[in-house]
């Protein structure tokens, strides 16, 4: 009788995998938000801005507010408003989606 040795696999799945919509992608509708901190601001999108800001917050030792918030019918819309923003200030950008102020008048930020 011939021995086989069984591989058993398991496939592990990141903890923000498991909790994705099951819908598409495209079919959500999203927000462009901007987020600010004393250090800079963030530009980026989320079909819930609520929980996005829990998370980032959690993240970071600064307060965080949501400054600006615009919504899109589908998430590929955001993301097109988002990269386009993003290269509009990409002269500014610290690192990934965060970018630096820019100071007019004593504590008024852009």
Partial sequence: MESHSAIHCIKVTPYHMKHKRPFSYEDQVASLYVMDTTAGFKIGISSNVDYRLKVIQSMCPLPITVVYEEWYSSKSDARQAEIEMHKVLAH??????WFKHRVRHHNEYI
């Fill in 92 to 97: 500014r950008r610290i690192h990934g989606e």
